[in-house]
Each structure stands twice: as structure tokens, then as C-alpha cells.
């Protein structure tokens, strides 16, 4: 299976991206491929809402940033896994921008292979996901209509121990 990791943490080496990184050995042990793009390094700028896409562009965006990568991994990606520390109960603002701009990727319909999507969230408290959830429910499972694979949180101490880190690498070997 192709797998696209968007991973919205600003932090080279932070937890979220010890998380990705358990998953992604644990996929690719299991024999899926998987792109992990660090939205925070790229050069993305957020929608203009400006219609474009559902006009004239018939599903491609007018500005041409570096978000056009993701474009082209989509084209292929057949599971999503969104990454992100959590701030203010939601995911970051990078991956926000990213998000947003998924409104021409899906138009007139979502990207053809695409069928499953994931979330994994680092926060200091248990009690931030509201936001995140919120999100990923509405925006990738019900209106993009993709199966659930699962949230995997990690919060407080949980953030870079041992068990979550192999809690993330079974699930990405568990993938079918």
C-alpha cells in the first residue's frame, strides 16, 4: 500500500516526529511504501478561496507552491496519515494550511486510490484532541468518505516512551 505521512510538526526531532517514525519503520517492515512529508519545511501558503479549483481550474489550484507535491503524492497515496503536535486543541497551523488546500484535490471528487486515513497527535495533556478529532471526522471521514484506520495519541510521559513507540510501529505492521 502507498501511505502519505503528513507530518505538521514544526520540531526536526520532536515527539511527533519520533512518532512518525515508528510507524513509518513498522509500515515499511510490513512492505508498504510510505512518503513522509514534513508540511513545516515546505512553502505552503493557505487557501485563497478564491474558487479556482471549481471553476476554471476543474480541480487544480491556482497558486502554485510547494504544496504541488503533495498534490502529486496524493495521485497515488491510497492511505492518509495526518501528524501533529496538538496546539489550542487542534492541529497545527501548517497542516491546517495544508488541509485547507486539500478543497481542490477533492474536486469533483477525491483523489482515486485514496480509501483509508489515519491521525497521530502529540499533546502535554489528555484532554486536547477535541479539535483534531473534530477535523478528522468531518473533513477525511465523512466527507472524503475513508475508512477509519485509527487515532494514536500520546500525551505527558507517554510522549517518546517505549510502548508508544511500539504501540506505532504494530500498528503500521498491521496494515493490510
Do not use: W
Not at 24 to 46: E, N, P
Not at 58 to 75: E, F, H, S
Not at 113 to 119: E, N, Q, V
Not at 131 to 144: E, I, K
Amino acid at each position: 500500500m502507498q501511505i502519505l505521512v503528513l507530518n505538521g510538526s514544526p520540531r526536526p526531532n520532536g515527539n511527533t516526529k519520533d512518532m512518525v517514525e515508528a510507524f513509518r519503520g513498522g509500515a515499511v517492515s510490513a512492505g508498504h511504501r510510505v512518503d513522509v512529508v514534513d508540511v513545516c519545511r515546505l512553502k505552503i501558503s493557505g487557501c485563497l478561496a478564491c474558487e479556482y479549483c471549481h471553476t476554471k481550474g476543474r480541480g487544480v489550484c491556482v497558486q502554485k507552491d510547494d504544496m504541488q507535491q503533495i498534490y502529486d503524492l496524493l495521485k497515488e497515496t491510497e492511505m492518509l496519515v495526518l501528524a501533529s503536535p496538538i496546539y489550542y486543541h487542534g492541529i497545527s497551523g501548517q497542516l491546517k494550511c495544508v488541509i485547507d488546500r486539500f478543497y481542490s484535490a477533492a474536486y469533483p471528487s477525491k483523489p482515486p486510490k485514496l480509501k483509508k486515513a489515519a491521525m497521530i497527535l502529540s499533546s502535554g495533556d489528555a484532554n486536547m484532541y477535541d479539535g483534531a478529532m473534530f477535523s478528522f471526522q468531518g473533513d477525511f471521514l465523512d466527507y472524503l468518505g475513508l475508512e477509519n484506520m485509527g487515532v494514536y495519541t500520546a500525551h505527558g510521559a507517554e510522549n517518546g516512551s517505549k510502548k508508544k513507540l511500539e504501540e506505532l510501529c504494530a500498528f503500521g505492521e498491521s496494515l493490510k
